[in-house]
């Protein structure tokens, strides 16, 4: 008797799906964001290099950026979750 080939437990593992809209719509809001971010932190390194910010703005813009990094990276992460699944 012919052998066959063993299926798999659970084929919907096995088949990539598709970005659903509200994923599809939050990959495009964190794209939006991620250059937001990018712009003020620009911003805020320009502030902190050229030196001519006193010592509270330096240190408001200091925290800030830490904070803005933050949530880059978070930003970033979910991004490239979205991305993956909808590979």
Known sequence: TPKKAPTPANPAAETPRKLSFKEKREMEQLEARLEEIAGEKAELESLMNTGG????????????????????????LRWLELSEIGE
């Open 53 to 76: 910010a006193s010592y509270s703005e330096l240190q408001e813009a200091s925290l800030r950026y830490q904070s803005l990094s933050a949530e880059q990276d978070s930003a970033e």
